[in-house]
């Protein structure tokens, strides 16, 4: 059974950046895909970011070319880089182990319990 463990959330004004971190931890099996998703009061959690083991990528449309997903194998973590934050990035960012079912869509099968990112204007 696999455990996320997330660090890396803070306070953080508009503009500026912040590196979230993932930890995976107790499977001895390789782990496939990894993801970030966010859920922010009163909406529904979305997908932010995902990456295969290969390191292909795929990114919700309002992070493109602010966020960069990678991942270091040997280590099983995974990291979100968010740069340029906007208050509506303010959520819990939550990392998930799964599967890519096709390119795009991510089945998440292992979660982590969550850290909050609150930009302010």
């Known amino acids: 059974q696999v455990q996320l463990v997330e660090s890396g959330g803070g306070l953080v004004q508009a503009g500026g950046s912040l590196t979230l971190s993932c930890a995976a931890s107790?499977?001895?099996?390789?782990?496939?895909?990894m993801a970030w998703y966010r859920q922010a009061p009163g909406k529904q959690r979305e997908l932010v970011a995902g990456?295969?083991?290969?390191?292909?990528?795929n990114y919700a449309d309002s992070v493109k070319g602010r966020f960069t997903i990678s991942r270091d194998n040997a280590k099983n973590m995974v990291f979100l880089q968010m740069n340029s934050l906007k208050p509506e990035d303010t959520a819990i960012y939550y990392c998930a182990a799964g599967t890519y079912v096709t390119i795009t869509t991510f089945i998440a099968a292992t979660w982590g319990q969550g850290t909050q990112v609150t930009v302010s204007s």
């Open positions: 990456i295969t083991r290969g390191a292909r990528t």
């Open positions: 107790g499977s001895k099996e390789r782990i496939n895909a």
